[in-house]
């Protein structure tokens, strides 16, 4: 891609190309509600760039972890005793013992990994099996650049093609909701988080892409539901679907177990996806799972080689032994020589919270973080590369090209194939829009005419 890219950038020489550019990407934003906690979702003047090549390559990366997580999910399922590497609190616990109806537990996901294209090395560092947020945006993204002058002029030399992702999360909801009620039907669906998230604007785009569908749909706050006579409501009105966007810890949090969602849902009253138990694989703690090498003998030899190729070395933060690249370590006396090459993640958390670099902190302060570690559910997992890719920006009418890092977070249909991806850049360590961590851009494939 280089190529490609160096012919963008040099067709951004043009000063005015640059700032018609600029300003017509300005006003998408603004138009169709592209921004993230009152911030522009986009700050650089570039959509990523990739081939056809590259993309199957992921999509076939992709397919070979969903099997591995598929098997893991299955194996928790069946043995409370191996669902206890989740480290599942007691009313997680209690949901995930109850059988929703849905063979699924995470109909629609995200991947978060780092791809180094000139190594063919891709790391899984997270797994969003709860509420994968940007399907949407990454849509609507796409829409805003493709009829910017500088994607016109690119397009005279290639041929551009966006890769769509937001129909995968309708596709999983209709037949989700096939699923659980035994009969094809359209339901009437609620998006259910709080009011005052950041990814409300998304809510909207998605309200109106089902009803453009023919799919009646509302936005509601958890706490405005109400349980009678056997169907879930808001503001009086019954909803058959819900997709759920708030996270299940904070719903649980502020309104307990006896909540009328958490009820309805639970007596099979209401389908709900993603569901409760879409926790176990969402949990940091999945990725010990995979990496720890007690569990080996649950994968035949192509999972396990998909788990060594694309799975850091992650183990949940206890006081026991392991092994470090083939030998034995004692694991916290490990962590606290080891801070250089390490991250610690708390269990169940997002937006980047709570995570601690290891390379950007002091002894003292490492050591903290370990005994918080062990105090409170955690995962220790290996340092990746992370790539970088030259993106440009125009600041005050001058053009910047700097180098970023660069997530790639594949969204997944069915826990089974990908639907697209998200790309998120940074010039921060932490490569997470929720953390201000930098921009999101849509990505197009791309072939020389």
């Known amino acids: 891609m280089r190529d490609a890219i160096a012919t963008y950038h040099e067709l951004l020489s043009d000063d005015q190309l640059a700032a018609d550019s600029q300003g017509m990407l300005d006003e998408q934003l603004r138009r169709h509600g592209l921004v993230f906690g009152g911030r522009p979702l986009c700050t650089v003047l570039r959509p990523r760039l990739t081939d056809h090549a590259r993309h199957a390559w992921l999509q076939r990366r992709v397919g070979a972890l969903m099997r591995v997580f598929a098997k893991t999910f299955a194996a928790a399922v069946s043995s409370p005793e191996f669902r206890k590497q989740f480290m599942l609190a007691d009313w997680e616990e209690t949901l995930v013992r109850d059988d929703p109806g849905i063979r699924n537990p995470s109909p629609t996901s995200r991947l978060d990994t780092f791809i180094i294209d000139t190594d063919a090395e891709m790391n899984l560092t997270a797994y969003n099996a709860e509420t994968p947020a940007g399907a949407a945006y990454g849509d609507a993204l796409s829409d805003a650049f493709i009829d910017l002058p500088i994607m016109r002029a690119f397009a005279r030399k290639y041929e551009v093609s966006p890769i769509p992702s ?7 909801l209709l037949a989700t909701y096939e699923e659980w ?56 009105q019954p909803v058959d679907l819900i997709y759920k966007r708030v996270l299940i810890h904070e719903l ?18 209401v389908c709900m996806a993603n569901g409760f138990r879409c926790k176990m694989l969402h949990k940091k703690a999945s990725l010990a ?43 916290v006396p490990f962590m606290i020589d080891e801070r250089d090459q390490l991250v610690l ?33 955690h995962i220790v997992q290996e340092r990746v590369r992370i790539p970088y890719e030259p993106y440009p920006s125009l600041v005050d009418g001058t053009m910047h090209i700097v180098d970023r890092m660069l997530d790639t ?9 990908m639907e697209g991806y998200l790309t998120r850049l940074s ?23």
């Open 181 to 236: 009620l035994g009969r094809r039907e359209l339901p009437r669906i609620a998006i259910v988080d709080w009011p005052d998230v950041p990814t409300v604007t998304e809510f909207q785009m998605y309200c109106e892409y089902f009803r453009s569908r023919g799919i009646d749909c509302v936005i509601a706050n958890p706490r405005e539901a109400e349980y009678t006579n056997g169907r879930l409501s808001f503001e009086g």
């Open 345 to 377: 993640k708390p269990n169940d958390d997002y937006g980047g919270a709570g995570i601690t670099l290891g390379w950007t902190v002091d002894d003292a302060t490492w050591r903290e973080a370990v005994a918080r570690a062990l105090a409170a559910p």
């Open 289 to 331: 799972v995979l990496s720890d090498e007690r569990n080996a003998h649950l994968f035949d030899a192509d999972e396990q080689a998909a788990i060594d190729a694309h799975i850091p070395w992650t183990r949940t933060v206890t006081e026991r032994k392991t092994r470090f690249r083939g030998r034995e370590v004692d694991l």
């Open 252 to 269: 649980v949090e502020q309104c307990g177990l006896d909540t009328p969602m958490v009820r309805a849902v639970r007596d099979r009253a």
């Open 166 to 172: 937001r129909h995968g999360v309708l596709h999983v």
């Open 427 to 449: 010039t921060a360590a932490l490569l997470n829009v929720t953390a201000g961590g930098g921009s999101t851009v849509p990505t197009f494939l791309v072939e020389k005419r």
């Open 409 to 417: 977070a594949p969204f997944v249909s069915y826990g089974e194939y």
